[in-house]
């Protein structure tokens, strides 16, 4: 997965991106550059310094000295920067940033800013001055080199080490660890400093050029995701990513059970009720939110979940079909979800093991759709449905179900070698044989 995929950047579109950091950061930036400037210009420019030798990686170059007004060549990357001083160029002025602002946004095309300086080490925590982050910026990126962890907090691994003790609660010396790096990236006066409120955060963790690195750097998502609406896991060089983000679960149990005669989301699983236990299941799973959508005997079942971290929104439509629940699962969720899994309330016995499988795939190319499919034939529930495949659900009408949107996305099927994905309860002779499986 590139770069822009892994950012969830269209490129076609015309985004403000602003990257701040260190360990890779210009890189990050001239990277999305150039996979965007495959489709349309691009306006790269920097309110920090940069190196001369990065300037050979634009297309173009305009030195400006500050006036407010200046030809681009509208093609390729066009870096604009201040004038060269000792080696480094200067910043842009305020004036020359809203100038390249009005004319992105006239022309339709990105604007790629680098919002503070690092030293080129793997690590950092800004100054009072930095990062100059501009309101206007739409996405964030904050980069940082996981190549420093391990390794002692001082000048030569980390950029201004006073600071970032001062943000960790480490000592200087001491060896920086995953959980110390977390709570510099999530410090309002660390990675979260001058972030507009209205911009998409994004956490880069590159250099992650190891499985142990990468382990460690997923390992830290969950606490970023508190503060990040995603977080990437990879290498700049390698140019690898996995994105990670908050992935919901939407239980269905609204359904009337007609067919079998009682309530299927009351009848008992080793001691619990069937919705409790696939509630619960979800939760192990690390679904977050979780939301348990009902209808029929709407009281009895959100007794059931008495206790349990979940978001439960009645579906008084339920008699309608299907779609009204998956509909209602959807409006329930927060707007930085990247993903949903969708867990029916009859199906007691889904392993936490496959919930997990579906993320996990799901991080390395954002698939639109995975599904388990078992016996190499048969595809199985719970699905996992990407952000971008909500709209299309929102349509749904009747008693129809997500698999009527399969034909208008790619779907990324996973092997699952246990058939009991398939077993679902609708009659008492099926409730009995379920039971007797799992015995």
């Not at 100038?99 to 800013?113: A, N, Q």
């Not at 030569?156 to 977390?182: D, I, K, M, N, Y």
């Not at 142990?212 to 700049?236: I, K, N, P, Q, Y």
């Amino acid at each position: 997965m590139d770069l822009a995929r892994a950012l969830r950047i269209d490129t076609s579109s015309h985004p403000i991106v602003s990257v701040a950091g260190s360990g890779g950061k210009t890189t990050a930036l001239f990277l999305l550059a150039r996979q965007l400037a495959a489709h349309q210009p691009v306006i790269l420019t920097a309110t920090s310094h940069l190196g001369v030798w990065q300037i050979p990686m634009a297309d173009h170059l305009i030195l400006v000295k500050g006036e407010a007004d200046f030809h681009l060549p509208n093609q390729g990357v066009m870096l604009v920067t201040g004038e060269i001083e000792n080696e480094r160029t200067k910043p842009v002025s305020e004036a020359a940033l809203n100038w390249l602002y009005e004319f992105s946004r006239k022309k339709g095309i990105p604007l790629l800013i680098e919002a503070d300086g690092s030293r080129q080490k793997p690590l950092k925590a800004p100054a009072e001055h930095e990062p100059s982050i501009p309101s206007f910026t739409e996405i964030v990126i904050h980069v940082s080199g996981l190549s420093g962890l391990g390794k002692p907090l001082n000048d030569e691994h980390v950029h201004r080490p006073e600071l970032f003790s001062q943000c960790s609660g480490l000592a200087l010396g001491e060896s920086v660890s995953a959980q110390a790096l977390t709570r510099v990236l999530t410090h309002p006066q660390g990675g979260l400093k001058n972030m507009p409120a209205s911009a998409r955060r994004v956490a880069l963790l590159n250099q992650a050029d190891t499985p142990e690195l990468r382990a460690t750097g997923g390992g830290m998502a969950r606490d970023l995701l508190s503060a990040f609406d995603s977080v990437l896991v990879g290498s700049l060089q390698q140019v690898t990513f996995a994105t990670l983000e908050r992935t919901a679960g939407i239980i269905l149990a609204a359904g009337k059970s007609s067919r079998y005669g009682a309530t299927k989301q009351l009848l008992d699983w080793n001691g619990k009720p069937f919705v409790r236990q696939v509630t619960e299941t979800a939760l192990r799973a690390g679904l977050e939110p979780v939301v348990v959508v009902t209808g029929f005997h709407h009281a009895e079942i959100e007794s059931a979940l008495n206790g349990l971290p979940v978001s439960i929104v009645h579906n008084a439509d339920y008699e309608q079909g299907q779609s009204t629940s998956v509909k209602a699962g959807i409006r329930a969720l927060p707007k930085n979800i990247g993903a949903a899994v969708f867990l029916l309330a009859d199906q007691p016995q889904i392993p936490v093991e496959v919930i997990r499988a579906l993320m996990e795939a799901h991080t390395h190319k954002l698939t639109p759709i995975v599904a388990p499919l078992v016996l190499e034939e048969r595809r199985a529930n719970p699905v996992l449905f990407d952000r971008d495949v909500f709209a299309d659900l929102l349509q749904l009408t009747g008693d129809t179900g997500g698999r009527a949107v399969f034909h208008k996305h790619p779907v990324e099927y996973l092997p699952w070698h246990d058939d009991i994905l398939l077993f679902d309860v609708d009659k008492p002779e099926d409730y009995e044989k379920l039971k007797r499986l799992q015995s």
